[in-house]
């Protein structure tokens, strides 16, 4: 009998919903909706830095003090016996290069990483995979592949996998498969360091050192290698080995985290409001509970019975929907590592995003159903049964919401024009503030305006409609505002990113051919041209200019920064370089002892011409002088240029990522670019021969494939407001069948009931775009301020023109699309079967 009452709300709850379907569906949808939303973006943002941190080595015993090379060029020879005598530990030593290995020669390549070990690694890992090292001895070309990727691309122990190599394709014998990811996801190659040396030319440089402090204090041993090193090296341990990687990404990651909170606030909001109206919609079957004396507790327990199935039957469909649409965004992570062209490989880490959509869809509902279930208890039962407690807003009621919503606008307009760097940023919780309150508040003001002069029937029906239902009216108003602010902010963002990229690239693409070793976003940084080559290029007929490009990653401030270098001989006929401050022809006259710093490097070091910084090199630190600033945005995060000396310092090498060739008046551009591939085609399969607007094009396209990822996510939300518009319509209008009922007793027509309905979705749709217009430009300048913190870009705030001129005829059709699915005719039942019911 102690249950009866908790059984009695949960049969009545349950009953009611059974017979009205559209409130189970409008709940149904927006939970399903907002876990996708919600699932799909923690999977996409999750999957990158999975990605980040799946480059780490592991396997290496947690006291060992590792040396990470600062300069691309590595830790020389010296300081590493340096740190040896003055730690007395004999270092084990470790190449790391980023390049593409596939099964045979000419196949499809993928990302990997290359080890090059010494014997003496097998005693600093861990006990399982020391004794599969330790197992088998390297000899000369022969490596371990982890059994995983091995079993990926068909390879068996002794068979030879093929690894592309500035030497051309080494053919390496498989000598052991090892069990569990060493790193990278299991895509790495280990082989002898010798071995490696000799194909990538790194001589006797190493990339790590790693050091086993045996019985000493591992902080005494990590302290006496930090002053050996004398700035060459991060000592730090195993487990931030490549940890630079996580900082390469910072545009694309802080955008990234951007876009991903405002789809969890979106889709929290949805949730919440749908959830509370299904609440809202079962206020007189709860209230008449409370007539036959259930309690408070018995309403929780026994409402909480009936939703929470809902709420996990939902949540299994949309995280698993949300799983589906995040791994056709995974595209979005291979995008960023092609322009970063980092050898890390991708997974699909499901666990975390699904944990945090339930956190989020429960936290909402917690919210919803207590919020909801408090409101019953603060009404008179007899009123809630009655719908006495529904009664108009009259404009006093919306003052306070509209007053708040104008006030909170303001605000965030006042920081977006006055607000300096990282101010404006802070303008964005004031305008989304205001654009909630305002789209909650404009419905009820269109509904007052309505009912001015001499309203018809149908405009007077609406108007007070459009303050009665409020509620249900604020939450289409709040999805449909957050849809359009997300998608004008989101494209406006990307596309002024994208039009300042595309105009960096254009200033350093002013010749007419490129040889390259590989095709843009397939070459890694290891894959290089000797610097002879760039003799034998001149000498091919129609050739007028040429010049060498190249670019390494140095660390700097714990993140990986771009150092790039250009040929001095002909850089003026083939690059128009576009500096800011300092002096215009440095790249002929940079000395040893000078660097040249981007734009947005700039900003995010606080930096100028003048100030110095200090150069990791191989042999210790350089301290140089900036001598200019680069107008440019290509490079994530800002990068250098070095000088041949200098650069040469840094890498310990010779090699050339890319030639500029300039094509002779009246040759023919197609005969040169067919010439030069015969050329580089005899020693380098891979390598490619692209014209102007192909290399323009390229990376273009890498732009906006990434910028297309983000600008889906704002359609998403388009497509989950529709969804939502239509199952919370769907539930209104059966909700309201019996007063739309009594309008036609009094004389209407079913065609004046559906002209009243279209004019009230109508007059949401487009209080929702007076309110959304205004703020998704205005949060533009908010974004990038946000994004400018970590990437130094400040573009020109490029407005989505298309996207603006469309978004009101979107959200009407939108609007009227949900109407559509809700179906008036529905709402319009015979009048005697209405009849019959009372």
């Known amino acids: 009998m102690a249950l009866d009452p908790y059984r009695l709300v949960f049969r009545s709850l349950g009953r009611s919903w059974r017979q009205r379907p559209a409130r189970m569906a409008s709940a149904i949808a927006a939970g399903i909706g907002g876990v996708l939303l919600t699932t799909a973006m923690l999977l996409v943002s999750f999957s990158v830095l999975d990605a980040i941190k799946g480059a780490s080595i592991s396997g290496i015993r947690q006291n060992?003090?590792?040396?990470?090379?600062?300069?691309?060029?590595?830790?020389?020879?010296?300081?590493?016996?340096?740190?040896?005598?003055?730690?007395?530990?004999?270092?084990?030593?470790?190449?790391?290069?980023?390049?593409?290995?596939?099964?045979?020669?000419?196949?499809?390549?993928?990302?990997?990483?290359?080890?090059?070990?010494?014997?003496?690694?097998?005693?600093?890992?861990?006990?399982?995979?020391?004794?599969?090292?330790?197992?088998?001895?390297?000899?000369?070309?022969?490596?371990?592949?982890?059994?995983?990727?091995?079993?990926?691309?068909?390879?068996?122990?002794?068979?030879?996998?093929?690894?592309?190599?500035?030497?051309?394709?080494?053919?390496?014998?498989?000598?052991?498969?090892?069990?569990?990811?060493?790193?990278?996801?299991?895509?790495?190659?280990?082989?002898?360091?010798?071995?490696?040396?000799?194909?990538?030319?790194?001589?006797?440089?190493?990339?790590?050192?790693?050091?086993?402090?045996?019985?000493?204090?591992?902080?005494?041993?990590?302290?006496?290698?930090?002053?050996?090193?004398?700035?060459?090296?991060?000592v730090k341990k195993p487990s931030e080995v490549l940890s630079g990687y996580s900082k390469t990404f910072r545009t694309s990651l802080t955008i990234l985290g951007m876009f991903a909170a405002i789809a969890v606030l979106t889709a929290a909001v949805v949730l919440f409001l749908t959830w509370r109206l299904a609440l809202d919609d079962a206020r007189k079957t709860l209230a008449r509970m409370r007539l036959l004396g259930v309690r408070t507790r018995h309403l929780m327990f026994g409402s909480a019975a009936v939703m929470v199935p809902l709420l996990l039957g939902t949540y299994v469909v949309g995280a698993g929907l949300g799983i589906w649409v995040g791994s056709m965004l995974s595209s979005f992570t291979k995008q960023i590592t092609d322009l970063t062209q980092q050898a890390v490989t991708p997974g699909l880490p499901w666990q975390g995003p699904v944990i945090g959509s339930f956190v989020a869809a429960a936290v909402m509902f917690a919210v919803a159903w207590l919020s909801g279930v408090r409101r019953f208890t603060r009404i008179t039962a007899i009123e809630a049964v009655t719908g006495r407690d529904q009664v108009a807003v009259l404009p006093g009621g919306v003052r306070r919401p509209l007053l708040g919503g104008l006030g909170a606008l303001v605000i965030g307009v006042l920081l977006v024009v006055f607000g300096g760097s990282m101010v404006k940023s802070s303008s964005l919780l004031f305008l989304f503030i205001g654009a909630a309150l305002l789209s909650m508040?404009?419905?009820?003001?269109?509904?007052?305006?309505?009912?001015?002069?001499?309203?018809?029937?149908?405009?007077?029906?609406?108007?007070?409609?459009?303050?009665?239902?409020?509620?249900?009216?604020?939450?289409?108003?709040?999805?449909?505002?957050?849809?359009?602010?997300?998608?004008?902010?989101?494209?406006?963002?990307?596309?002024?990113?994208?039009?300042?990229?595309?105009?960096?690239?254009?200033?350093?693409?002013?010749?007419?051919?490129?040889?390259?070793?590989?095709?843009v976003g397939q070459n890694l940084q290891n894959e290089k041209f000797p610097l002879s080559m760039e003799q034998e290029l001149h000498q091919v007929q129609g050739v007028d200019a040429v010049e060498s490009f190249t670019y390494a990653s140095v660390t700097h401030d714990g993140r990986k920064v771009q150092v790039w270098n250009w040929g001095k001989d002909d850089s003026q006929k083939l690059t128009k370089l576009k500096v800011s401050k300092g002096d215009a022809d440095f790249v002929r006259t940079l000395g040893d002892d000078e660097i040249v710093i981007s734009s947005n490097f700039a900003r995010t070091q606080k930096l100028g011409v003048g100030d110095t910084m200090d150069m990791p090199l191989p042999t210790g630190h350089r301290t140089v002088r900036v001598r200019s600033v680069l107008d440019d945005s290509a490079s994530d995060g800002g990068m250098l240029v070095a000088g041949s000396g200098l650069y040469r310092d840094l890498t310990a090498s010779q090699g050339v990522y890319e030639f500029y060739v300039g094509v002779q008046k009246g040759a023919d551009v197609a005969t040169v670019k067919k010439a030069l591939e015969q050329k580089v085609g005899q020693h380098y399969p891979r390598a490619v021969v692209l014209t102007q607007k192909e290399v323009r094009d390229a990376f273009a396209g890498i732009t906006a494939r990434l910028v297309s990822s983000f600008e889906a996510f704002a359609y998403v939300m388009f497509v989950l407001a529709v969804l939502v518009g239509g199952a919370t319509l769907a539930s209104g209008l059966v909700e309201r069948q019996r007063a739309l009922g009594l309008t036609r007793l009094t004389g209407a027509t079913r065609k004046m009931v559906s002209r009243q309905l279209v004019l009230e979705s109508v007059a949401v749709a487009v209080s929702s775009w007076i309110v959304a217009l205004p703020v998704g430009i205005l949060a533009i300048p908010g974004m990038i301020d946000a994004q400018a913190a970590q990437s130094g870009l400040v573009p020109p705030l490029t407005v989505p023109f298309v996207l603006t001129v469309i978004s009101l005829p979107l959200v009407v059709i939108c609007m009227l699309l949900a109407l559509a699915v809700g179906n008036p005719r529905r709402a319009n039942p015979p009048l005697r079967a209405l009849l019959a019911q009372e």
């Open 64 to 234: 060992v003090v590792a040396a990470e090379a600062r300069a691309p060029g590595g830790i020389s020879q010296d300081v590493a016996a340096r740190a040896e005598q003055q730690t007395g530990i004999k270092a084990s030593r470790v190449s790391v290069i980023s390049t593409r290995a596939a099964a045979e020669p000419g196949q499809s390549t993928d990302p990997v990483i290359v080890f090059g070990i010494d014997q003496q690694l097998a005693g600093l890992t861990g006990k399982g995979l020391a004794e599969q090292i330790g197992r088998t001895t390297l000899g000369p070309g022969e490596v371990f592949l982890t059994r995983k990727w091995a079993d990926d691309h068909s390879l068996s122990k002794g068979d030879t996998v093929a690894v592309t190599s500035p030497e051309g394709v080494q053919k390496w014998r498989i000598a052991a498969l090892l069990d569990g990811d060493v790193a990278n996801r299991g895509a790495v190659v280990i082989a002898p360091l010798p071995t490696v040396a000799q194909a990538f030319d790194r001589g006797t440089y190493s990339d790590v050192l790693l050091f086993d402090p045996g019985s000493r204090p591992r902080s005494e041993v990590a302290s006496a290698v930090a002053k050996a090193v004398d700035g060459a090296a991060d």
């Open 441 to 519: 508040a404009l419905p009820v003001v269109a509904g007052t305006l309505l009912r001015k002069g001499e309203p018809g029937p149908v405009r007077l029906a609406a108007a007070r409609q459009l303050q009665v239902g409020w509620r249900r009216n604020a939450a289409l108003a709040i999805t449909f505002t957050v849809a359009i602010v997300a998608s004008l902010s989101m494209a406006g963002v990307s596309s002024s990113i994208k039009d300042e990229v595309a105009g960096s690239v254009d200033r350093w693409t002013q010749g007419q051919l490129y040889v390259q070793a590989a095709k």
